[in-house]
């Protein structure tokens, strides 16, 4: 049998071309390359033509045969490996070079029957993917770069941007062999970038004639996430005197259902002095590969003198209440990513005065076809030192505070939240020199789809911290970051969540649940400093007279009552489009509530409404507009526009009159009722404490007191 390879002229400039969204003015719906010339790629009615013709003569294009035979290649060409599905019969391993911008794939097929489809595709769909697809019609095999359509039909494309290196025989399996460019002069391909990437497959059972006979709807198929393109970072040197300890399940039965998170509380030794950890890396039992999905290790809060013992189901009645005080992330690992590093001026520090001694294990299963009886003892391996690094690492929370008054309206596609880590705030609690930001976690609940952190510095964009545009809550790791981001007093950092509420009947409202929402960013930095969370959210106040407003457009259809939570009273707004217009403007321009915090919860003086600070004046940022003209700039691999940093209003007195900017937003949204109601006191504005004179049962937040609690 002979594999053969179909491909066709590329596009002239091949890899150097850079994606642009169409419509952006960088070339629209088309490529460009780091000097703005227009690709002379053929029009989109050109290459679906192009497409047709040269997949009914596939078979007479053939320009490369590999015979099924060889070494097999190196483990160590490609240093990260995922299995792709539930049974292991498929595995991914891969490689980044970054001078060619190119991804080299090798893919470990177990047991190989008539081939597969493995690609990528925006959220995991089969709809609108870009696949490398392996077929036989019997007696031949072929590979080529195809693309499906809304419908899920297959097409061949008419330019070959997966490109076969190769195939080989092992005793294992067949190795396949191939590579693509992270962007390419081609619509029809998706365009590979930092953060998740979703990856899918389907396996061919019978044999099929042509590309067009591949019924995507009966495929044996799945999606895996990873982080395709892993930062290139050196390993520091590790010291001698380095210890390792293992935070794993006691050998517990895996549940057989789809989705499991497993708790196990562990202990450090009685006296345990202050050590750093300087890498962690996973303990996977051998053939659970697929089922341990990610895995985290918290610390307890050091208040407490002791925690009981558990092992089992988190979400289970049985689990103590107190274990929920255990939030500090020590580690956290997910599928396919390797050991993680410290630098090697900071290490973090646990164990001494101060540090609880109490940890917990929770491990995410994911268990799709269902086994039973599977045994596991997974964990972490922490590796730490007493020989103590010149800085302590730490860990600070930015974003928005998990308050209710941050709410997403049900039925939306792409609804955005931003928070905010002000300039008053890094200004306090910096240091002089600033801290270095190595590491990013980025987190969302199941609404979540892209998370953005950018560092801003006198009103202008300066850098990008981390940035997932293709964010998924099931896939959630530490990541190294490509670059160390220095943040300096008066810098701010801002986190902008996207959220998908299509699937929802009611608003969505901020808060610990499942089914509420978060948007954080934990980036890890050194040297440590007291302020452990920088997040805000709207001015409650401001919420409050959002609501009045709404009420009363729409009839007094909203309970009002004193009594009546946050929560109630978006449950009971009719979602129209002038609410959801009016929700929108009130968190663009409406001032917010800063939340600058110590590792005790006690907030730093500006932030206390009992200090002077606290009432004076902030002056409105004013973020000043980059063109959003023809202009473009190439960051993340693509030809994007330049977009202006959204203006908000921290505070207040400013010469733009904040009440008449949203009142007369809100006007816009409509034309069937006049609008008397003041929605902003015409008198001087003040940043006001969102908790101030109010207990979180009154918020309706249902935040649960504890160290650290925004």
């Known amino acids: 049998m002979q594999l053969k390879s179909i491909t066709y002229p590329a596009c002239p400039g091949g890899p150097a071309h850079k994606l642009a969204q169409p419509g952006t003015g960088c070339c629209p719906g088309r490529m460009q390359n780091s000097r703005s010339k227009p690709c002379s790629c053929p029009s989109l009615k050109l290459r679906e033509v192009a497409s047709m013709y040269f997949t009914m003569v596939a078979a007479f294009l053939v320009i490369l045969v590999v015979a099924l035979q060889g070494?097999?290649?190196?483990?160590?060409?490609?240093?990260?490996?995922?299995?792709?599905?539930?049974?292991?019969?498929?595995?991914?391993?891969?490689?980044?070079?970054?001078?060619?911008?190119?991804?080299?794939?090798?893919?470990?097929?177990?047991?190989?029957?008539?081939?597969?489809?493995?690609?990528?595709?925006?959220?995991?769909?089969?709809?609108?993917?870009?696949?490398?697809?392996?077929?036989?019609?019997?007696?031949?095999?072929?590979?080529?770069?195809?693309?499906?359509d809304a419908k899920g039909q297959l097409h061949m494309d008419s330019q070959q941007d997966y490109q076969l290196l190769g195939a080989r025989r092992a005793p294992e399996g067949l190795y396949l062999?191939?590579?693509?460019?992270?962007s390419t002069c081609d619509p029809k391909d998706y365009l590979i970038e930092d953060g998740t990437v979703h990856l899918i497959y389907g396996i061919l059972e019978k044999p099929v004639h042509s590309l067009q006979a591949i019924n995507i709807s009966a495929l044996h198929g799945g999606l895996q996430r990873v982080q395709l393109l892993k930062p290139n970072i050196s390993i520091p040197e590790l010291p001698r005197d380095m210890k390792s300890m293992e935070i794993t399940a006691p050998d517990v039965v895996i549940p057989s259902q789809e989705t499991t998170y497993w708790c196990y509380m562990a202990e450090l030794p009685e006296g345990f002095p202050k050590h750093h950890i300087i890498m962690y890396e996973p303990v996977v039992t051998a053939g659970n590969e697929a089922l341990v999905h990610h895995m985290e290790v918290f610390q307890c809060a050091a208040e407490f003198d002791s925690f009981p013992h558990y092992n089992g189901p988190c979400d289970s009645k049985m689990k103590p209440d107190r274990l929920n005080y255990c939030r500090h992330v020590l580690a956290a690992w997910a599928m396919g990513a390797q050991a993680f590093y410290y630098p090697e001026e900071a290490g973090l520090a646990f164990g001494g005065p101060g540090s609880s001694r109490y940890l917990r294990l929770e491990i995410h299963y994911h268990n799709p076809l269902v086994f039973k009886g599977r045994r596991d003892s997974s964990g972490i391996r922490l590796y730490y030192t007493a020989t103590l690094r010149p800085y302590d690492a730490g860990i600070m929370e930015l974003g928005l505070v998990y308050t209710p008054v941050m709410a997403i309206p049900p039925g939306e596609d792409s609804f955005i939240l931003t928070g905010y880590c002000t300039d008053k705030c890094t200004q306090l609690a910096l240091p002089a020199a600033g801290i270095r930001i190595f590491a990013s976690q980025l987190h969302t609940h199941l609404a979540g789809r892209k998370v953005v952190t950018v560092l801003a510095r006198d009103g202008r964009e300066q850098q990008v911290v981390?940035?997932?545009?293709?964010?998924?809550?099931?896939?959630?790791?530490?990541?190294?970051?490509?670059?160390?981001?220095?943040?300096?007093?008066?810098?701010?950092?801002?986190?902008?969540?996207?959220?998908?509420?299509?699937?929802?009947?009611?608003?969505?409202v901020g808060g610990f649940g499942i089914l509420e929402e978060m948007c954080v960013n934990y980036v890890h930095y050194y040297p440590q400093t007291q302020l452990e969370l920088c997040k805000s959210a709207v001015d409650p106040g401001y919420l409050h007279r959002y609501f009045n407003l709404v009420n009363r457009f729409n009839d007094e259809e909203i309970c009002m009552c004193p009594q009546v939570s946050v929560p109630q009273q978006f449950y009971s707004i009719p979602w129209n489009t002038f609410n959801r217009?009016?929700?929108?403007?009130?968190?663009?321009f409406a001032p917010i509530s800063m939340h600058c915090n110590k590792s005790s919860a006690v907030r730093f003086p500006f932030s206390d409404p009992k200090s002077d600070d606290f009432w004076k004046e902030l002056s409105a940022v004013n973020y000043p507009a980059k063109s959003q003209g023809n202009t473009c700039e190439q960051q993340w691999g693509q030809c994007r526009p330049q977009v202006p940093l959204r203006p908000q209003g921290l505070a207040i007195n400013s010469k733009r009159n904040l009440a008449s900017d949203f009142h007369s937003r809100a006007l816009k949204t409509t034309t069937v009722k006049t609008l008397h109601m003041p929605l902003i006191s015409q008198s001087r504005l003040r940043v006001r404490d969102v908790s101030a004179g109010q207990t979180p049962q009154q918020m309706g937040s249902g935040l649960s007191p504890g160290a650290g609690a925004p």
């Open 71 to 148: 070494s097999v290649p190196r483990g160590s060409d490609f240093p990260y490996k995922v299995p792709l599905d539930p049974q292991g019969l498929l595995e991914l391993s891969w490689n980044v070079s970054y001078p060619e911008q190119a991804v080299n794939f090798q893919l470990l097929i177990r047991d190989l029957q008539f081939g597969l489809l493995f690609g990528m595709s925006d959220r995991g769909e089969f709809e609108n993917a870009d696949l490398a697809v392996l077929w036989s019609d019997g007696h031949n095999s072929y590979f080529g770069d195809a693309w499906s």
């Open 466 to 508: 981390n940035a997932d545009r293709h964010y998924s809550p099931h896939f959630q790791e530490i990541r190294m970051l490509k670059e160390v981001v220095a943040v300096f007093p008066g810098d701010e950092l801002i986190t902008t969540c996207t959220y998908n509420t299509e699937d929802r009947s009611r608003a969505t």
């Open 177 to 182: 062999l191939f590579r693509r460019a992270f």
């Open 581 to 588: 217009d009016v929700l929108k403007s009130l968190y663009s």
